[in-house]
């Protein structure tokens, strides 16, 4: 509820309503090569940047983003970082949820019984991700590179706070746009290119690298391109969804 929201309920006299409590969503960075901003990054190390967008993303949407400490690549540390995440609203972590030595989200999140839903998703960026519960709580595994965090955050987090908040449209808006550009083909997975929209024409960015945070920074939004799509010439419409 804004301002204007509560000086029309307050005139039309009425002084209760039903709300949606906050969630309360836990976010937790996992890797040994993580600081926090404002910490010296050794040789092998980096600052960790996309918890904070994503907290931001949860604030937006009505949640309450609780950035928890980054956990280290020890597994009794993780677990018990995890086993303080099911007792929030929604359990979030990120990154750990590929295949290598270090990824240990899924084998520790396995014995704290967590039930998958899905692992892996075909689109780019984003092919990473886990879905599902951590005990009695839903559940995401977002992948841990910045820009495929915030993209699955904008796809997946953000519609999972809005609908336990009871709210019935949950899902990105979607809008159309004209092409700027000719595009290739999108190949085996969907592809949400980083892009700008400006008076109904949409223009990717040339470089859509996932690495890449100062390109979504640029974008005002995500340019949607289907599995299996054929190459779009420049002035076909095409869906887009607002950042």
Do not use: C
């Not at 886990?130 to 965090?149: E, T």
């Amino acid at each position: 509820l804004g301002p204007s929201d509560l000086a029309l309920l307050a005139a039309m006299n009425v002084a209760e309503v039903s709300v949606a409590r906050r969630p309360r969503v836990a976010l937790l960075a996992t890797g040994d090569e993580l600081v926090m901003p404002g910490d010296a990054p050794g040789p092998d190390q980096i600052i960790a940047s996309n918890i904070f967008a994503l907290k931001a993303m949860v604030d937006a949407a009505g949640g309450e983003g609780v950035i928890l400490p980054i956990a280290p690549d020890r597994e009794e540390a993780l677990e018990a970082e995890m086993a303080e995440m099911a007792t929030a609203d929604i359990a979030v972590t990120i990154g750990g949820a590929s295949v290598g030595d270090y990824d240990l989200v899924g084998r520790v999140g396995a014995g704290l019984g967590m039930e998958r839903a899905f692992y892996k998703i075909a689109m780019r960026p984003g092919k990473p991700l886990i879905a599902g519960r951590l005990g009695a709580v839903p559940y995401l595994g977002l992948p841990g590179n910045p820009v495929s965090a915030i993209v699955t955050g904008h796809l997946f987090l953000v519609p999972l706070v809005r609908r336990w908040q009871g709210l019935a449209e949950a899902l990105p808006t979607r809008l159309m746009a004209r092409l700027a550009q000719d595009v290739g083909p999108t190949g085996p997975r969907m592809h949400y290119m980083r892009a700008v929209l400006k008076d109904g024409v949409v223009t990717p960015f040339a470089e859509q690298d996932s690495s890449l945070l100062r390109v979504l920074s640029d974008a005002n939004v995500l340019l949607e391109r289907p599995l299996g799509d054929r190459p779009r010439k420049a002035g076909e419409e095409v869906p887009v969804l607002p950042l």
